[in-house]
């Protein structure tokens, strides 16, 4: 984050804070972040200027992130600038198993109009294209969660006679409407959504999950929004350790194969296949995730499902 993206709304405190970022450029961390305490102490209010100064000490290893992570919390319990995950980022286990909605909303928003030139042009994604590729025939109704600026549409345009897009950002679903592929669009915040008043043939989510967490609520619920025998597909970031899901310092969640083969199985999926795959590149460094396909059982009557979503 540039910290005076966001302004304090006090010449004094903004004046400290820039002084401070180039005492951080020169090396001098230490200075930099008692500097920003002493912007602090002209601005109290200002959740970015805590936000920064936990970065700072984090980054270091100087005392004290935690407790300015948790001041920004305090002061935006909506947590905008997810000052949660930072601050589960420092305990040995994660205590937290979702992100702050307003945290993923705002960062997306703020990424729309750059989104395609960066994961496509500089980090070479390619979920959508690994979800396509086991996909065949026809799907009837089709529903793209997560759908960001269209990507994933783009590949399931030709295989829907209707196809719908769900994001919980509005500046990424004005940049899927300009590309006019889909049927409907619609703002959906998909770690609480209701029981759903449709149905659907295939439901599909690239790289969503790593911004979910636990998954237990949208497997559910997507097990209630299928047509008996409809298919599921996405993907996720892999993790291989006997954790079912952990949070990088990437501030993305990744999940174990086992994880998601049971959550999957308890709501009533079938025919399940998870292949390995890389998703896309990060600093230079291939990101290793699962491609699954999943269809619901024909007789299932997502009675688990229905349980997880309305609990």
């Not at 296949?273 to 699954?292: C, H, K, Q, S």
């Amino acid at each position: 984050m540039t910290p005076l993206q966001f302004s304090s709304g006090d010449l004094i405190a903004d004046r400290r804070a820039d002084y401070a970022e180039g005492l951080l450029a020169a090396g001098e961390a230490a200075a930099a972040a008692d500097l920003y305490r002493q912007a602090l102490e002209v601005a109290p209010g200002w959740v970015a200027g805590w936000y920064r100064l936990g970065e700072i000490r984090a980054e270091q290893d100087l005392p004290g992130a935690a407790e300015a992570f948790a001041e920004a919390l305090r002061l935006d319990p909506a947590d905008v600038m997810g000052a949660a995950l930072r601050l589960d980022l420092l305990r040995p286990r994660p205590a937290a198993e979702t992100m702050p909605s307003a945290f993923v909303e705002t960062l997306f928003d703020q990424y729309a109009s750059h989104f395609d030139a960066a994961l496509v042009g500089s980090l070479d994604y390619c979920a959508p294209q690994l979800i396509r590729a086991g996909l065949s025939g026809g799907h009837g109704r089709v529903l793209d969660l997560g759908c960001g600026t269209g990507l994933m549409g783009a590949e399931l345009r030709p295989l829907a006679d209707w196809l719908e897009g769900w994001d919980i950002s509005a500046e990424m679903l004005r940049e899927a409407e300009a590309k006019g592929i889909y049927d409907r669009l619609g703002k959906a915040d998909l770690s609480a959504l209701p029981v759903p008043a449709e149905r659907w043939d295939l439901v599909t989510a690239a790289d969503v999950f790593a911004y979910l967490g636990a998954l237990e609520r949208i497997v559910g619920w997507v097990a209630l929004a299928l047509v008996p025998g409809g298919s599921f597909a996405f993907t996720t970031e892999a993790h291989d350790g006997p954790e079912p899901l952990i949070l990088r310092e990437s501030r993305r969640y990744a999940h174990s194969e086992t994880y998601l083969r049971g959550l999957l199985a308890e709501a009533g999926f079938g025919e399940v296949t998870v292949r390995r795959a890389t998703l896309r590149r990060d600093r230079g460094a291939e990101i290793a995730g699962f491609v699954v396909l999943s269809r619901r059982n024909p007789d299932m009557m997502a009675a688990v499902g229905e349980a997880v979503v309305t609990a």
